[in-house]
């Protein structure tokens, strides 16, 4: 019986054996196996050359193959092996020359569909673009309810009317707010200290978890939700302006987008839902208010008062006015059935951007933030500055009046929540966060019980005792806005992750 090599199944010239394996090779196969993987090539157990062991054995005698016997034979079997080459050959550039064919045809097809997406895309945003800007022949209010002396808010053009000429503020405007500030602080007192039935009770509050999140109501290409505001007479109604340049209508009880309205050339920074009409309002750094209908989808009117960024929007009590606040160091007031501006103010002694507006409930009063950590209270009717609250450091970022009508809430960049008594104009309570907690929104629910902060996280505050029930980090991003639901009987929240999320029992 001859030996025969592991590795090649023929008789070795030189055969030896390995002690680890037990097994039969070529000694030249051998060492050149172990000088590349150092291993025995049966069992892959470390193996040197120097563990091999030659075995003595007569020169072997290798039989030769029946078919290499004769010359013939040998050059049969050469020519049979070329044929065979050459036939493979031959198909594999035939499979080359169709994959290539294939290949190129793909190409073609993806070249021609990205310009037929590129050219509908164009035409898309074209088509949105003209929608948002036609507008009715009518104003914002009915024809019929426009007082004849008062021009149409639209004329018979395609773009909606753009209004910054001062006006003033006439008499019959002057009493009309003074009516209705008188309405209001009546219905306050009647109402006295006495809190609703149907607000949710504090340890009820507590209990809240999130029960939904809507991410798709902004594009994913420029994330964020940069504002939000509820419809006041329906909450279900959820308002949001985004990053994306976009002003979305929410319906929070069938979970779908009621509408999407685009006009805007930069991000949306401030929007307010008109509390009994169909009519949304938005401001934005490029330095437009715009007056969008609902139901229509469209831009009814642009309300060009500044001539910088609008950093803050706030609706008057009467529903047909609008105060507005810009980097341009003014606030302007402005009539929203003409798009007219009726005053434009700044503090020329100051000198500094605005950075956010808010009407006292009574609407005779408003405060504004500036850049420079300052809270200013403005009387309406006289346009002046009548009071001054300094204490924060950092741009004011966020400022809410308590419907109670004495309490005012301000945030800024210095991560504290300073509570102001508009009683005795002084700060009371200065509620400290965690250490660079950014704050972004403010806001209390509508009988003044509870105060929402939201900012690095979202937190509920009982007011008076000014401790907190509440405390939610499920958003992955700031939180740019919060609202309550009737009677907070739910709280909503949207933020820059693009999410709007809803909290309740």
């Not at 054995?57 to 078919?67: G, L, T, Y």
């Not at 013939?72 to 036939?87: F, G, N, S, T, Y």
């Not at 019959?172 to 008188?182: F, G």
């Not at 007056?291 to 500044?306: F, L």
Request: hydrophobic content about 35%; glycine content about 6%; aromatic content about 6%.
């Amino acid at each position: 019986m001859s030996l025969v090599c592991a590795i090649s199944n023929e008789v070795p010239e030189h055969p030896c054996v390995s002690p680890v394996s037990n097994q039969v090779f070529e000694r030249r196969l051998i060492e050149k196996f172990i000088a590349e993987n150092g291993v025995d090539p049966m069992n892959s157990q470390p193996l040197s050359e120097e563990q091999l062991i030659d075995i003595k054995v007569s020169h072997p005698i290798r039989p030769k193959a029946p078919s290499s016997t004769s010359i013939p034979a040998i050059l049969k079997a050469l020519q049979d092996e070329w044929d065979a080459v050459m036939l493979h050959s031959f198909t594999l550039r035939q499979q080359l020359q169709t994959t290539r064919q294939e290949l190129s045809h793909a190409l073609y097809q993806h070249d021609a569909a990205c310009r037929v997406i590129a050219r509908l895309t164009k035409e898309v945003t074209a088509a949105r673009e003209a929608l948002a800007t036609l507008k009715p022949q009518a104003g914002l209010l009915a024809p019929q309810a426009m007082p004849a002396s008062q021009p149409a808010a639209g004329g018979s053009g395609g773009e909606p009317m753009e209004v910054s000429v001062q006006v003033g503020m006439t008499p019959e405007i002057i009493q009309k707010l003074q009516d209705k500030a008188t309405v209001l602080t009546t219905e306050r007192k009647k109402r006295g200290k006495t809190v609703p039935e149907e607000l949710v009770r504090a340890e009820d509050l507590s209990k809240y978890r999130q029960v939904a999140s809507h991410a798709g109501l902004h594009s994913a290409s420029v994330p964020g939700i940069l504002c939000m505001d509820l419809c006041p007479s329906d909450t279900n109604k959820v308002l949001t302006g985004g990053a994306d340049k976009n002003v979305v209508v929410f319906d929070k009880k069938e979970e779908q987008i009621i509408a999407t309205l685009k006009g805007h050339t930069k991000k949306v920074t401030s929007v307010i839902y008109h509390p009994s009409q169909s009519v949304v309002f938005s401001a934005s750094p490029d330095s437009t208010i715009r007056v969008w209908s609902v139901t229509g989808g469209n831009c009814i009117q642009v309300v060009r008062a500044h001539e910088a960024s609008v950093t803050g929007l706030s609706l008057h009590a009467t529903g047909d006015y609008l105060l507005s606040s810009s980097e341009d160091q003014y606030w302007a007031f402005s009539d929203i059935q003409t798009g007219q501006v009726l005053t434009k103010v700044t503090d020329e002694a100051a000198g500094v951007a605005l950075t956010c507006a808010q009407f006292h409930p009574d609407g005779l009063i408003f405060g504004t933030g500036t850049s420079d950590s300052q809270i200013k209270i403005w009387d309406l009717k006289e346009r002046t500055n009548v009071a001054n609250f300094p204490g924060h450091s950092g741009p004011v970022t966020s400022i809410a009046f308590s419907e109670n009508g004495y309490y005012l809430a301000t945030g800024a960049q210095d991560s504290s929540v300073k509570l102001w008594d508009l009683r005795k104009l002084k700060n009371f309570k200065t509620i400290a966060l965690d250490n660079n907690y950014e704050v972004k929104s403010l806001v209390f629910d509508q009988s003044g019980t509870y105060l929402a902060v939201g900012g690095s996280d979202i937190r509920v505050y009982i007011c008076k005792q000014w401790s907190e029930v509440l405390n939610f980090s499920d958003h992955s991003g700031l939180v740019t806005g919060v609202a309550f639901g009737d009677n907070a009987q739910f709280l909503s929240s949207a933020g820059m992750d693009r999410s709007l999320k809803f909290y309740s029992l």
